[in-house]
């Protein structure tokens, strides 16, 4: 099973040339928080249980969550561990989508298939929805998962790009009962902090203290602690990033329109858009250091995330028209 990601520009400048690359190929925000001072002792201690429950009682209070999440190092983390939940069984993952879910699954040795309508999730022992999803876009309405959530043996909703869209997300319909819906949360995409590795899971009591279980002692560092605390309590960044993304993501739209692509979906953090040969343009674009993202399945669609300053818009608007920088 390929398991390809995006943020290769280690294979993008092998193949092209080193250079002043624009990474475009991930969905990460390209405009992260500012990372706050770090003390001594978040470099030198081992992080207390104070200070984790700290940063969970922010993430909680960050997704309106009315379950404690478990903090890990990565919403990647979570994926990894889901497979050890159960025993090994059906595994049903709706797609196409970001292939870690099915790729952890089956290194686990769950059977896995993937299935494209969300009634044929149905029955399977674990079942994967990303929502919104990778890398089309498409939404599915919390009460439509809410009720799947009963006629499988545990639903894993994926929510790594849901922080601009919070009514998609069913953190807030979470109990300490629940025992068949778990829900992923990515801290470093909406907070372009992903080299921190910070992500959470929520899930009822049971699963969450499988969970914890699982990852150990100090699942996260010092410094993801610190960062994670303040960007998660900070109300005002947090919603000036979402106007500016949904803005970011009509602008990027507009400008795909304009070179005769066609949207295909996306989320505020990426887009995707349907093109006549999709490798040839990720490649005349490489060619202007500009690195997409493009899919073995679908050889018509390319991804791009949000450039970050208007000389990377300039540079992208550039190599798309053929005008100067």
Do not use: C
């Amino acid at each position: 099973m390929t398991r390809d990601h995006g943020g290769d520009t280690d294979a993008a400048a092998a193949r092209y040339g080193s250079g002043d690359w624009l990474d475009l190929s991930t969905g990460i925000n390209a405009r992260p928080y500012p990372m706050p001072d770090l003390f001594a002792h978040v470099l030198n201690a081992l992080p207390t249980a104070a200070e984790i429950a700290a940063l969970e009682a922010a993430a909680r209070q960050a997704y309106g969550a009315t379950v404690t999440p478990v903090a890990l190092a990565g919403a990647q983390v979570g994926i990894q561990l889901v497979p050890r939940l159960a025993d090994t069984g059906s595994a049903r993952v709706l797609g196409p989508t970001y292939n870690e879910h099915a790729g952890a699954l089956a290194t686990a040795g769950w059977q896995v298939a993937e299935v494209a309508g969300i009634d044929a999730l149905a029955g399977a022992d674990i079942a994967v929805v990303v929502n919104p999803n990778n890398p089309d876009g498409r939404r599915h309405d919390p009460a439509t998962l809410r009720a799947l959530s009963a006629r499988v043996g545990l639903l894993v909703v994926d929510e790594s790009f849901a922080d601009p869209t919070p009514e998609l997300s069913l953190a807030g319909s979470l109990g300490a009962a629940d025992a068949r819906l778990l829900v992923l949360r990515s801290f470093g995409k909406f907070y372009g902090l992903a080299g921190l590795r910070l992500g959470f899971v929520l899930a009822g009591d049971e699963l969450s203290a499988r969970l914890r279980s699982l990852a150990g002692p100090w699942a996260v560092s010092g410094p993801a602690i610190a960062a994670g605390r303040a960007a998660l309590a900070d109300d005002a960044w947090r919603a000036e990033t979402v106007d500016r993304l949904h803005r970011d993501a009509a602008r990027l739209d507009a400008l795909a329109a304009g070179a005769g692509w066609d949207l295909v979906g996306g989320a505020a953090l990426f887009r995707t858009y349907r093109v006549a040969e999709a490798a040839a343009v990720q490649d005349a674009l490489a060619r202007h250091r500009i690195w997409t993202r493009i899919f073995p399945y679908a050889p018509h669609w390319i991804r791009l995330g949000l450039p970050s300053s208007e000389p990377d818009w300039s540079r992208l608007r550039a190599a798309l028209t053929g005008e100067a920088a």
